[in-house]
């Protein structure tokens, strides 16, 4: 085996999959016996829905997806039953996301709750070859200069494995982070202990068929917040802990807290399960230890508000996949997995800060408008979509990098090395980045013929003249571009020693 994970919630079975998509053997351990039916998320970003277009599964993601007709995004009311809702959903001026929906084929109408997509995740990895271990702990893990020796305890007893890398995917309170002695830095643990109580209810007298994300609810019989599922029957309250320990909330206390909010003594609940959790901001100092590589809330624990958390994992374990395999089969040299904390770690940097800003004043996120706008840019606020598809990566994996963002209200993915490749639609419903596979991709202007791309280099031309203008390039130009969509180089005008920069990008 080459690759063992550990931990196989959302990131985990990500990490599986995109590694199994280019052919590397993997063994995910989970201790819990089975996934998880507690949606911890539910957004899905433009730049995640890329991710699983590459791998073969958006059109199973989008089956499961919740599809609202009408959405009001957050509202306020005493009970959900005195909410003042409108007979339609007022429109969204200006909405950051409508302008960001044009430069990316990944698109997800509507939501996606966390164990509806690791239904998929998990079905997919299995199939193209990846081995998914349930009831199995990781007890330890040593490694030297060629693996990784670790130690199981499932069902079938004590073994041990041998792998050539291992991924932490653990959770926030990683305790493989903690073993490699790797500290974080962030305000840590933040607000009172909460309680996620998953629950099943018709609550459609109430809804009028509208959608909305979430409902803070100020009953002092039963303060917290609903949050919307499936818009059906799906339903979550967030409520204070306060000092009591998790037990104390068995079925029947969390059915009277969830009919008080909703304001139905006799409405008929089904709790399905309870999990005590806390908002936590940190952030690891190092993302990787000699072999062993940290992703997700292991690497960076990011507060819910703006969806960042769980699309920042999965896009570690995009970026980690395709340079764990480059590595693996020996096209790439080593050095190049030193990239992936060089580019990672500040892209989470900036997403744990976001949400920070959002959560020390939620209006920022959720209202819409001029005034709205202003006040982000006056608190350093940058849009969403700029947070999860307008990142830019630093790193030797680049040559000609300039990682400041362009903007903070738009996506701008003009073609510069280290951005994502610009997107555009040709034929057939094919995009520009559907033609990235997974080595390196040369895209040409349709006149380029000065560059000599070597046998690992996959080659396409791109006849399309708003694609080569927003890309920076003449039709002699090209750009190459990695296996995760990043311009890795840019030639203008089509000239320049390819083998060289290939050569480079993977540290050859």
């Known amino acids: 085996m080459q ?3 550990a931990g196989g919630g959302t990131v985990g079975l990500s990490t599986a999959l995109f590694l199994a998509h280019h052919g590397v053997p993997t063994l995910v351990v989970e201790r819990a016996p089975g996934p998880s039916a507690h949606p911890r998320a539910t957004g899905l970003g433009f730049r995640t829905m890329e991710f699983f277009r590459q791998a073969g599964i958006a059109g199973d993601v989008e089956a499961v997806a919740v599809r609202p007709s009408a959405t009001l995004g957050k509202i306020y009311a005493t009970t959900l039953a005195t909410a003042e809702l409108p007979d339609s959903p007022p429109a969204v001026p200006n909405s950051p ?4 929906s044009a430069l ?14 690791d239904s998929v995740l998990l079905t997919a990895a299995r199939e193209r070859g990846a ?23 499932g069902p079938a007893g004590r073994q041990l494995v041998r792998a050539d890398y291992l991924v932490a995917a653990d959770g926030g309170r990683s305790e493989l982070r903690a073993a490699l002695g790797i500290g974080t830095t962030g305000p840590g643990a933040l607000g009172r202990p909460l309680l996620n109580i998953l629950f099943r209810a018709d609550l459609t007298p109430y809804t009028k068929g509208l959608h909305f994300a979430n409902c803070t609810i100020t009953t002092p019989e039963a303060p917290g917040m609903l949050v919307t599922v499936d818009a059906e029957k799906d339903w979550i309250f967030h409520t204070d802990l306060g000092d009591e320990p998790a037990d104390a909330f068995p079925p029947e206390r969390c059915r009277a807290l969830i009919r008080a909010a909703v304001g139905d003594p006799e ?6 399960s309870v999990l005590p959790w806390r908002v936590r901001g940190q952030l690891a100092d190092r993302f990787r230890a000699g072999r062993v590589f940290l992703a997700g809330d292991a690497a960076h624990a990011i507060p819910p508000l703006g969806a ?16 764990l395999a480059a590595v693996l ?3 790439a040299g080593s050095a190049l997995l030193d990239t992936y904390e060089a580019e990672r770690r500040p892209v989470a940097a900036q997403a744990l800060e976001q949400a920070l800003l959002r959560l020390k004043d939620p209006r920022l996120h959720w209202e819409q408008g001029p005034a709205a706008a202003a006040a982000r840019i006056a608190a350093g606020v940058v849009n ?13 994996a680049v040559l000609g990098a300039r990682p400041e963002l362009p903007s903070t209200e738009d996506v701008v993915l003009d073609g510069t090395p280290g951005s994502r490749v610009p997107h555009a639609w040709l034929a057939d419903n094919l995009s520009t980045l559907d033609l990235v596979g997974p080595r390196l991709t040369l895209l040409t202007g349709p006149s380029c013929d000065s560059l000599d791309a070597p046998p690992s280099v996959d080659v396409h031309r791109v006849n399309d003249a708003d694609w080569l203008r927003a890309t920076g390039i003449t039709d002699r130009g090209a750009v190459l571009v990695r296996p995760d969509h990043f311009i890795a180089w840019r030639a203008e005008t089509g000239s320049g020693d390819l083998s060289r920069v290939v050569d480079r990008i993977l540290a050859r």
């Open 3 to 5: 690759v063992l994970i």
């Open 97 to 100: 996301n409508v302008a960001a």
């Open 104 to 117: 990316s084929p990944g698109r997800l109408r509507g939501t996606c709750p966390q164990d509806r997509l």
């Open 131 to 153: 081995t998914v271990a349930y009831s199995t702990t990781l007890v330890s893990a040593e490694q030297d200069g060629t693996g990784v020796t670790a130690v199981l305890d």
């Open 267 to 272: 409405l008929a609940v089904e709790v399905v």
């Open 308 to 323: 960042f958390g769980a699309n920042t994992g999965i896009a570690d374990a995009h970026n980690l996949a395709w340079k």
């Open 329 to 331: 089969d020996g096209s």
């Open 384 to 396: 969403s979509p700029v947070v999860q598809l307008g990142y830019r990566y630093d790193s030797a």
